[in-house]
């Protein structure tokens, strides 16, 4: 079961990897050779079957992980859930929805034409998760979209990939906090997530979380190519909760403005 999940993982990377070429800039100034140790995955979707939050986590359901937090973002209007493997070394995964019912009928029209384009069947393929887009949108309706909600922008635009992968600071050889990280980054050209400030958390709520802004990647819309911002790439340090046992869970308040990092420059 452990091989089926890290053939999915490496699947995901390499499809990430095509449209993040910074992270490999990443693991070669963090890892200096060294592994670098993934702490999660994270996925973006619709409320609207066949693509709904649970669809996607069937996938990873079926190789083993089981159900962690709820969590509900009020103003960006997403439902996310977060999966854990049994396993401790196997990434964590974060996958959240767009409740499409809070937004506007043109926002919903679209999206709804979108998803008419997947069927259930495309859905349960081993490869869905990295499958992008199974539509067209124009250049203009990717600009509506944006106007409304970055997240369903994103979507129309990338559709099912990895959102973006996380750095387990804990596991990162030479580094002792997420601002020696940070630093490190910025020393080299990154530029950071300083919405919330660029460290989101705290060891109170036993999870600190920081982010690059986003790679910005060429998209064939079916008007025009245009650059936007793609995916990025998360570090996360995690404290104890009890002796010997790190905290696994998520902070919406820190993950609303994680979000936020595929946002324009």
């Keep these: 079961m452990s091989q089926q ?3 999915l ?15 490999k800039k990443v693991h070669k100034i963090l890892g200096e050779g060294y592994p670098i140790v993934n702490d999660h995955v994270a996925f973006r979707t619709f409320d609207i079957s066949p693509v709904g939050l649970e669809v996607l986590a069937q996938h990873f359901l079926d190789l083993g992980y089981k159900e962690g937090g709820d969590y509900h973002f009020e103003a960006k209007k997403l439902r996310a859930k977060h999966f854990e493997h049994e396993d401790p070394e196997l990434p964590k995964v974060f996958i959240s929805e767009l409740m499409t019912a809070e937004f506007s009928d043109e926002l919903q029209s679209k999206v709804k034409d979108m998803v008419a384009q997947v069927s259930a069947e495309d859905t349960r393929k081993s490869d869905f998760l990295y499958s992008g887009t199974h539509w067209k949108v124009s250049h203009a309706d990717y600009q509506a ?10 979507m129309a635009a990338f559709g099912y990939c990895a959102n973006h992968f996380t750095v387990s600071v804990n596991q990162l050889p030479g580094y002792e906090s997420l601002e020696q990280v940070n630093q490190k980054l910025k020393d080299n050209g990154f530029k950071l997530n300083a919405s919330g400030g660029e460290i989101k958390g705290s060891p109170e709520v036993f ?20 650059e936007i911002p793609s995916c990025f790439y998360e570090f996360a340090k995690r404290y104890e909760i009890e002796d010997g046992k790190l905290y696994t869970g998520f902070v919406a308040a820190s993950a609303d403005k994680i979000f936020e990092s ?4």
């Design 262 to 265: 595929t946002n324009a420059k």
């Design 145 to 154: 979209l944006l106007e409304e909600s970055e997240y369903a922008a994103w």
């Design 207 to 226: 999870l600190e979380q920081s982010s690059t802004m986003a790679d910005h990647h060429p998209v064939e819309f079916s008007d025009k190519t245009a």
């Design 9 to 23: 993982f490496e699947n995901l990377w390499q499809d990430y990897l095509s449209r993040t070429p910074s992270a």
């Design 5 to 7: 999940v890290e053939v």
